[in-house]
């Protein structure tokens, strides 16, 4: 089946420019997260959402940065007034649930969006 | 706090020998452990993990890692480096049951010579 799929792939915008990042989880996927990879560094987490709700924003850098998944499917990051230290990959995982039963659900990692910010 | 290092950003190995990526683990509870690949302009693909039961994991590609809790390490191994295996992986934690955030390490790029 489809894995998670992102788009753009490639975003370039000018200093001070919004974005608008999507993402397609694995269908059926509960729980959707958002990850940061700078150039040279491993994924951060930025947010997570169950379903429609957003449990956790704890990692969203700024109030520049915001996420949703109003139908509790595709969601979409948005970024405003971009600026270069936003530059970065950023990932989109989707799982079939949290831990249950003592089994964890692996998280499906799509292609990623790179951001440069000019 | 949780945290992951992966000592050596870069290791090359000549085609056949063994591969050995390190990982060190901090963790205050009980953690899941993850090993990830991810090749050039593609997302991570998980290689094994570790969640609490058999140390010794064996993942896909001929990979396997074991759970040390003494060294609180959590190293990936494979007998014989194949060109494909060029890549960079990453080293995750999670606290386990319930929770959902992964702490990754910075990374290791692996480079198999001819």
């Known amino acids: 089946g489809a894995g998670v799929s992102q788009s753009p792939r490639y975003k370039v915008a000018k200093r001070g420019q919004d974005v608008a990042l999507r993402c397609d989880p694995i269908s059926g996927h509960v729980s959707l997260f958002w990850y940061q990879q700078a150039l040279g560094q491993g994924p951060e987490f930025l947010t997570y959402f169950q379903n429609e709700a957003q449990l956790d924003k704890s990692g969203l850098p700024s109030d520049r940065f915001f996420a949703e998944r109003p139908e509790g499917s595709v969601s979409t990051l948005k970024i405003q007034r971009t600026q270069q230290e936003d530059s970065a990959v950023y990932l989109c995982?989707?799982?079939?649930?949290?831990?249950?039963?003592?089994?964890?659900?692996?998280?499906?990692f799509g292609p990623g969006t790179r951001l440069t910010v000019l | 706090a949780q945290s992951v290092t992966q000592l050596g950003s870069h290791v090359s190995v000549s085609e056949g020998a063994l591969v050995l990526l390190r990982c060190n683990y901090s963790s205050s509870v009980p953690p899941y452990l993850f090993w990830y690949v991810q090749y050039p302009n593609q997302g991570l693909q998980l290689l094994l993990k570790?969640?609490?039961?058999?140390?010794l994991v064996k993942g896909i590609n001929g990979f396997e890692a074991e759970f040390k809790k003494s060294e609180t390490s959590f190293h990936l191994t494979k007998p014989s480096a194949h060109m494909s295996d060029a890549a960079e992986y990453f080293c995750?934690?999670?606290?386990?049951?319930?929770?959902?955030?992964?702490?990754f390490g910075t990374g290791t790029r692996l480079k198999v010579l001819a």
């Open positions: 995982a989707s799982s079939l649930a949290l831990a249950s039963g003592g089994n964890y659900n692996e998280q499906f």
């Open positions: 570790y969640t609490s039961a058999a140390t």
């Open positions: 995750a934690v999670t606290e386990g049951s319930g929770t959902y955030k992964y702490i």
